[in-house]
């Protein structure tokens, strides 16, 4: 990491912490307004009110950020999800949650394209980048380990009728982020001719890209059947307290935060493809395991209790390797839009295995929730291993 971006990794490491807070407190206000008698059904299509506006707004947002550069624009996204934070302490109505998760969306995928830029402009080579970019997002991982952990004690506590008041602090964390922001300098790309959305993407895209956009797809739609759903399955099937369920995830993202971490420090070491395939493999043995364990001792072992939560030390590097890898390839000039489809792409990843997930909970079809994250890990090998291919295609041309 050269001297430059050493000097914004504190406040780039405090967004992503932000967002990563707001984001996913998801599990919490699903088990939280399910004990209100929430149903699933709605509580699944609430997780589409924060991606499919990530969604619609990222292709719009990279003329946003051109326009007004990129640390107004950070800023500005920074300083609404803290106003929105204070806000929703003091509102009941279930709609609010919605609107809520609407803007918090739209204002992620403004700082995403963001981060990912300011990053991009400083490094080229992709080990360099893999090892930034795990850095960075393992501070994701520290957001929800807070988040669990905090919350998880407001509702465990004699003031549990006060948990919504715990946004409060994320909004003053996003008033020393901004601060800090004040205080550096952020070089900005060059402006160049706008062509139009339809006409760069069209230059964009191939069949590598298409693969690529699978796999983060893929990658997104496991990590939500965790981040957001494992509370409310150790509470409903394994049948721990409401604390426990959200230490699970307080867990998980202790662990994913160990994998990214970890791999920021030995990822130079090694070929980016086959850390990629070895990560995946272990998933899928841990995945096993849990299958065996849950069909052959008990369904509701709670041995199971541990071992979710040690999937995320493989399953977390998956997104900033992949990520990483193909950056490194994209022209600075494009990476905005570039990283628009990222956050697409996420997005509906995420949305999509809400809506799945609830189905399953909805249905008590909770016996299925191991297997049903590796069929989805064993479709991401088969298209990870294309793209794979079709990268050594473009190294050997």
Same mark, same amino acid.
């Given at each position: ?20 807070? !707001? ?100 490094? *080229? ?20 380990? !807070? ?57 964009? @895209? ?65 070929? %980016? ?53 193909? @950056? ?11 990283? *628009? ?11 999509? *295995? ?16 191991? %297997? ?26």
């Amino acid at each position: 990491m050269n001297n430059k971006l050493s000097s914004i990794s504190l406040p780039l490491k405090l967004t992503f912490l932000i967002f990563s807070m !707001v984001l996913n407190c998801m599990g919490i206000v699903i088990l939280q307004l399910a004990d209100a008698k929430i149903t699933y059904e709605k509580l699944g299509f609430l997780e589409s009110f924060k991606d499919l506006p990530i969604a619609f707004i990222s292709l719009f947002a990279v003329n946003f950020i051109s326009k007004i550069g990129t640390k107004k624009s950070l800023i500005l996204a920074l300083g609404i999800v803290g106003i929105c934070s204070c806000i929703l302490p003091f509102v009941e109505v279930f709609w609010f949650y919605k609107l809520w998760f609407a803007i918090i969306g739209t204002c992620f995928a403004i700082g995403k394209i963001c981060v990912f830029g300011i990053i991009r402009n400083n490094i *080229s080579d992709e080990k360099s980048l893999a090892k930034t970019m795990n850095s960075v997002e393992a501070s994701f991982m520290v957001g929800i380990f !807070v988040v669990n952990t905090g919350f998880g004690w407001l509702i465990s506590s004699q003031y549990s009728e006060f948990w919504k008041f715990g946004f409060l602090f994320i909004s003053v964390l996003s008033i020393v982020t901004l601060f800090l922001f004040s205080k550096i300098k952020i070089a900005e790309p060059e402006k160049k001719d706008d062509k139009g959305i339809i006409s760069e993407l069209s230059n964009l @895209i191939n069949p590598l890209i298409i693969s690529f956009l699978a796999v983060v797809f893929f990658i997104v739609f496991i990590e939500q059947s965790f981040n957001s759903w494992l509370p409310s399955f150790y509470k409903n099937h394994l049948k721990v307290n409401s604390f426990f369920a959200l230490q699970a995830t307080s867990f998980l993202a202790l662990f994913s935060y160990a994998g990214r971490t970890i791999t920021a420090n030995i990822i130079q070491r090694f070929s %980016l493809s086959r850390y990629f395939i070895y990560c995946l493999s272990l998933i899928v043995l841990l995945l096993i395991s849990i299958l065996g364990l849950q069909y052959f001792q008990s369904e509701n072992s709670k041995a199971l209790l541990f071992l979710f939560p040690v999937v995320g030390l493989f399953l977390s590097p998956l997104y900033p390797v992949i990520n990483s890898k193909m @950056i490194a390839k994209i022209d600075k000039e494009k990476i905005n839009l570039f990283t *628009s489809l990222i956050v697409i792409f996420s997005s509906l990843g995420s949305s999509i *295995s809400s809506i799945i997930m609830s189905l399953l909970f909805g249905n008590q079809l909770l016996n299925l929730y191991p %297997l049903y994250i590796l069929v989805s890990v064993i479709v991401l090998f088969m298209i990870s291993l294309i793209y794979f291919k079709l990268t050594s295609r473009e190294y050997r041309k």
